[in-house]
């Protein structure tokens, strides 16, 4: 059993978000302590809001006054809402909140059952409730819990298990718990940087995300909506907006994660290009045969390419590792024009070329002056495959065949670039 604790000064938010669950029938409410029913024994939103907020007195010094907690079982667990209700009694018990309001919620909408529990984080005097070592004994208690009741235990819950999700289905129903499932878990175990990359990982649960763009009042409003498709990338199915799913897989919040993963993903930026650099040493002739290869070493390869056939956009992904990675993002030398030159005339390998990628056994020692301008440099190169990369992903559809135009474009940007790397130097 896995749980995430969140603390949040949003009492309304934690709240709203579990009721409004409920009113969809995609959520139900197990269990209320110390707090009140109305008369026809049921709980509501506003009643609930009251009642907990009458416990925060006026003078609290604690800003993060709620405690929004999930309890997740084994996917493969099927526990009753009276074994849901006493490990929540437990775990809040054994944590220190059993004497504190809170509301425990049994979400459905998703093959994966699980609870959330929405308390208060200081009692009626204003005390803060004790949180050191917070996330510490709640792994203790949950698995402790796994002990006394035999659940499966959350350690044996594999990477490959969790990237085994089946593909989105259309004729099963249910589009949108079988979407919010695929993102839950792509965003627990992958990082990435782009919507490309993004895309490029949903490719294999037959799912893709588009950014919708608004205006509303004089207001701009940027969002995003997730399409179900085919096992040739077609959409497959209407698209789902982002705030029907939950706030978490919103535009915000990918955005952020997107700006997480930029620092998260530079260690393993080497080894993947390595990988790459080393399978391109053996030459392979076809892009199957090629994919075969870097399969091998444990990497998965999305190819995205116009209506004639040329490639505009490569990505690499590392299933285990949990990251995907542009071509572009391992230097300019994998991007995605690079691999489209190649496979049109596979019998001159560029990636032999030792003075442009080096090798990748033996490493030579540099003064910190080059690096630095290598870095810089290759830096600067990347940002412009990246940027050509994704502009061209979103507009090939009416680009047509004017390759001579994108090679200007691409020349006239990266000396752009390298003249504002040199600026910056000076």
């Given amino acids: 059993m896995i749980a995430k604790i969140s ?66 079982p084994h996917p ?88 085994a999700m089946p593909k989105v289905d259309i004729g099963k129903g249910n589009i949108k718990e079988q979407v919010a499932s695929i993102l839950r878990m792509v965003l627990k175990h992958y990082r990435f940087c782009s919507l490309g990359e993004l895309n490029a990982i949903l490719s294999k649960y037959n799912l893709a995300v588009e950014e919708v763009k608004t205006e509303f009042r004089g207001r701009r409003y940027d969002g995003l909506v997730y399409v179900p498709t085919d096992n040739k990338g077609n959409k497959a199915g209407t698209p789902i907006h982002a705030s029907d799913i939950g706030r978490g897989v919103g535009y915000t919040a990918i955005q952020n994660r997107m700006q997480k993963s930029r620092q998260a993903v530079k260690p393993l930026v080497p080894t993947i290009r390595g990988k790459v650099l080393q399978t391109m040493h053996t030459s392979p002739r076809t892009e199957e045969e090629l994919r075969q290869r870097l399969e091998e070493q444990g990497l998965r390869m999305v190819v995205r390419k116009n209506e004639s ?38 019998y001159h390998n560029p990636f032999l070329d030792e003075t442009l990628y080096g090798n990748p056994f033996v490493r030579l020692e540099q003064s910190p002056t080059i690096q630095s301008l290598q870095q810089n440099t290759e830096e600067g190169d990347n940002i412009v495959d990246e940027l050509i990369e994704d502009m061209v992903d979103e507009s090939f559809g009416t680009m047509g065949n004017d390759d001579w135009k994108e090679a200007a474009w691409q020349r006239k940007l990266r000396k752009q670039s390298k003249v504002n790397i040199r600026r910056r130097k000076h």
């Fill in 7 to 72: 603390s949040t000064e949003n009492l309304g938010g934690a709240l709203g978000y579990n009721f409004k669950k409920v009113e969809k029938g995609e959520a139900s409410i197990l269990l209320a302590a110390e707090l009140y029913q109305d008369r026809e024994g049921r709980y509501t939103m506003e009643e609930v809001l009251a009642d907990m907020e009458a416990l925060i007195p006026k003078k609290c010094r604690t800003k993060k006054t709620v405690f929004h907690c999930s309890l997740n």
């Fill in 76 to 163: 493969d667990e099927k526990l009753c809402d009276e074994a849901l209700t006493q490990i929540a009694k437990e775990y809040m018990e054994a944590l220190g909140y059993g004497k504190q309001p809170y509301i425990v919620f049994k979400h459905c909408d998703i093959a994966r059952e699980h609870i959330h529990i929405v308390s208060l984080r200081v009692d009626g005097e204003g005390k803060k409730i004790n949180d050191r070592f917070e996330k510490r004994r709640s792994k203790q208690i949950t698995d402790a819990l796994e002990r006394k009741y035999g659940l499966i235990p959350s350690s044996k819950v594999s990477e490959k298990a969790e990237t």
């Fill in 309 to 346: 056939g040329r490639i505009y956009g490569i990505t690499f992904i590392d299933d285990k590792e949990g990251i995907a990675l542009n071509g572009s993002r391992l230097g300019k030398g994998y991007a995605a024009n690079v691999f489209n030159a190649y496979f049109l005339n596979p």
